[in-house]
C-alpha cells in the first residue's frame, strides 16, 4: 500500500479522508507544508497540500529528494506552487478543480446580503437586547447592477444566483462562454456600472492586484465589494483606502492576500502584526471570513473523493486529467497538459 504525507491537516478534512480512502496508508500532519517540515514526507510515495502551504523549490527539491513523485492539491488554486521547480524536478502537481462551486457562490451571496442588510451589526445589538434599527439601513438588491469578474463554473452560478434576485448582470472574463444569459463587457465598464463587484477568477501573475487605487477611482461611489477567490486580486492597502474614502461602501472578503500564515488557524490569543488587516477587520462595513466559502459537507466529501481519485490514477498509470503542468511559453502554469 502507497504512503502519503497529509499536510496541514484539520479534523474536518480527515473525516472525510478516512471515511472514503481504501487504497493509501496516509500519514497526517497538522503544520503546513514547507521547507522546514517537508522532509517529514520521507518515505512516502506522495503528498497532499492545501492552498496556504509553501510549496517553493526548496520545498519540492526536498520533497522529490526523499522519493516524493505526485503532490495531490486538495484545492482547486495553485499559485503558491513553484512550477518551474516541479518540472525540473519530475514532481506531478494534481488539483481538485471542482469540489463544489454552489458552496462558493452561496457564501458570496451571504457575504453581501449580511453587508447590504447589516446582519452582523444587527446580530451584535440584538445579544445586547438593543433592538434600535437606527444605521441598519440597506437597499433592494432587485434592480441593482452587479459586476461579476470571472464566469467560470462558480461565476456562472453565483451569477445565476443575482439573476435570481432580480439583478442585472455583467461580466468580464479574458475567455468567455459561448451563449451566455449574461452581458459580457469590459473591466472599464464593470467598475464604472456597478453597484456591487464580485470576484471569481484564479491569481495569475496578470491579474495579481487586479483592484488596485487606479480600478477604485474608476468605481462609483458607493460600491460593495466581494471577494471568495483569492486575496491577491485585491491590492489590500488601495481597498483600505477605498473604504476610508467612502467610495467603497463595503467589503465581504473571504480571502486576504496575507493570509498564509494566518487564515485556517486561531490567532486570538496573540497580537496580529498586519496593521492593514487589523484595520480592515476593525471596520463596521467590512466582513471578513477565514477563507471557509468552501467549508460545507458536499464540498469537503466531492475533494476527499478527486484527490484520492487523482492519486488512483497516477500510482496506476492512467491519464491525470487533473494534472497542472509547466507552460514552457510562459513560465508559468497551464491545466491544458493533457
Not at 44 to 71: H, M, P, Q, W
Not at 296 to 318: Q, V
Not at 321 to 337: F, L
Request: proline share 3%; charged share 25%.
Amino acid at each position: 500500500m502507497k504512503k502519503v504525507a497529509f499536510f496541514d491537516t484539520k479534523q474536518y478534512d480527515r473525516e472525510w479522508f478516512d471515511k472514503l480512502d481504501k487504497s493509501f496508508e496516509i500519514k497526517y500532519f497538522e503544520e503546513k507544508l514547507n521547507p522546514e517540515n517537508a522532509d517529514l514526507a520521507a518515505g512516502c510515495d506522495g503528498a497532499v497540500a492545501f492552498v496556504n502551504d509553501t510549496i517553493n523549490s526548496r520545498t519540492i527539491k526536498i520533497l522529490t529528494e526523499n522519493g516524493v513523485n505526485v503532490l495531490a492539491m486538495r484545492c482547486a488554486g495553485y499559485n503558491n506552487i513553484n512550477f518551474r521547480a516541479a518540472h525540473e524536478n519530475n514532481l506531478k502537481v494534481l488539483r481538485v478543480p471542482v469540489y463544489s462551486p454552489y458552496a462558493v457562490a452561496e457564501h458570496t451571496m451571504a457575504l453581501l446580503l449580511a453587508l447590504n442588510r447589516k446582519i452582523h451589526k444587527a446580530y451584535n445589538r440584538t445579544r445586547d437586547f438593543n433592538f434600535s434599527l437606527n444605521g441598519l439601513t440597506g437597499f433592494d438588491l432587485h434592480g441593482k447592477t452587479m459586476g461579476v469578474i470571472g464566469t467560470g463554473k462558480i461565476g456562472q452560478i453565483f451569477i445565476k444566483i443575482c439573476q435570481g434576485f432580480g439583478m442585472k448582470v455583467i461580466a468580464y472574463d479574458p475567455y468567455p462562454i459561448e451563449n451566455p444569459d449574461f452581458e459580457y463587457t469590459e473591466l472599464d465598464t464593470i467598475y464604472r456600472e456597478s453597484n456591487a463587484i464580485s470576484l471569481h477568477c484564479p491569481l495569475t501573475r496578470q491579474n495579481h492586484h487586479l483592484l488596485d487605487s487606479d480600478a477604485f477611482m474608476k468605481m462609483r461611489s458607493g460600491v460593495f465589494i466581494i471577494n471568495t477567490s483569492r486575496g491577491g486580486l485585491i491590492d489590500s492597502e488601495a481597498l483600505l483606502d477605498a473604504l476610508k474614502s467612502h467610495k467603497v461602501a463595503g467589503a465581504g472578503l473571504d480571502v486576504y492576500e496575507e493570509e498564509t500564515e494566518l487564515f485556517f488557524e486561531d490567532r486570538s490569543d496573540t497580537i496580529v502584526g498586519d496593521d492593514i488587516l487589523a484595520r480592515l477587520v476593525s471596520l463596521p462595513n467590512v466582513i471578513l471570513t477565514s477563507h471557509q466559502a468552501f467549508l460545507t459537507e458536499e464540498a469537503l466529501k466531492n475533494i476527499a473523493e478527486i484527490t484520492i481519485a487523482n492519486l488512483e490514477d497516477y500510482f496506476a498509470g492512467r491519464p491525470l486529467k487533473n494534472e497542472v503542468c509547466y507552460d514552457c511559453s510562459d513560465g508559468g502554469a497551464t491545466t491544458n497538459c493533457n
